[in-house]
């Protein structure tokens, strides 16, 4: 039935592609501690910055939103909170908080994915417990159309056998060590997402249980870069991959791969993007200035000051709008219109480019 269980075979069964992939990331493991030694205070503006877009993102994915000028006060702040999305994004950052705490010592067990799930969902009646009722997973499409996406494992006895499986194969191939642990990792989510354990916040968990796992790893990218930001950014193929992975799962007819690789790609991407930042992060001064230029650079087409606010969050609207006029001056931007609803775009000399002159 499960992906995992393919991977106790042989590590022969490894797609090029997915090989590929590993080797990828083998080389950018290879450079992280160089990356890590750099000045403090440039990897604390990341970190900050990281622990904001990780907490927002994995809820917007799920419909849960807060207030743009809530974020800073939610993460950093003890503000009584106004609602039950607050209390999700708030509960969700204290997850984090352990994760990043704890690292590799954090074992993968069932009482700690609970404590997680309690966590990211605060204090909603089945907080931490599996769910009770299997339920389909529906697709909604605009208009009222839907369809069944996916069916997970029932509830009860069904549910609790398979985690304890998947949690017990997880720690037994890491032990082995015949396959990268990257892609156990990718397979115990795909997995995960599947059995579907509790009621909701499935998909929040999974993210902070490959956090986690990726520090079982060695990985420690996302305490720099936000994983969960990759995956909203890339939402779609997430979603057309995990379904694709999941079909013949109950049977164990499934194949992995797709999931896997895409999971690979968002930590492969996430190592590509700390080099540069740290690369190109000058003096700690300039370090929230570098991110919304690289938010600059990853809009496509013209864009608003309150799109780079909601990509920047822990970067005020102030130092924003600095660094407009500062790329406009340069000729990197133009503008069109005033006030809240002037719109900005990238000029011929930058178009093209990923990265920042």
Sequence with gaps: MMTL????????????????????????????ELFTRQSPEKLKVLR?????????????????????????????????????DEEEVRGYRAA???????????????????????????????????KQKAEPIIERFPGGRSRVRFMPVEAGPATEAAMAELVERWNNLLRDQRVNPLIILAGFSLDFLCIHPFRDGNGRVSRLLMLQQAYHAGAEVGRYISLERLIEQNKQRYYETLEQSSQGWHEGRHNPWPFVNYVLWVLKEAYKEFEQRVG?????????????????????????????????PTVGRDWIRNILRQMKAAGELRSFGHGAGARWERTALNKGSGTPK
């Design 48 to 84: 900050e910055h990281a622990l904001v877009e990780s907490a927002v993102s994995s809820n917007r994915i799920e419909g849960v939103e807060v207030e743009q000028k809530r974020v800073a006060t939610l993460m950093f702040g003890s503000p009584v909170l106004k609602d039950r």
């Design 5 to 32: 269980r393919l991977f106790s075979d042989a590590a022969a069964t490894v797609p090029l592609a997915s090989t590929w992939l590993v080797g990828d990331l083998g080389v950018a493991l290879g450079k992280q």
């Design 96 to 130: 984090l908080d352990l994760i990043h705490r704890e690292g590799a010592s954090l074992a993968v067990t069932e009482l700690n994915i609970c404590q997680l799930h309690q966590l990211a969902r605060g204090e909603i009646w089945d907080a931490g417990k599996y």
């Design 280 to 312: 190109e992060i000058g003096e700690p001064f300039g370090a929230k200035a570098e991110l919304v230029r690289q938010a600059i650079y990853r809009q496509q087409g013209s864009f608003r000051v309150a799109d780079l606010e909601r990509a920047c």
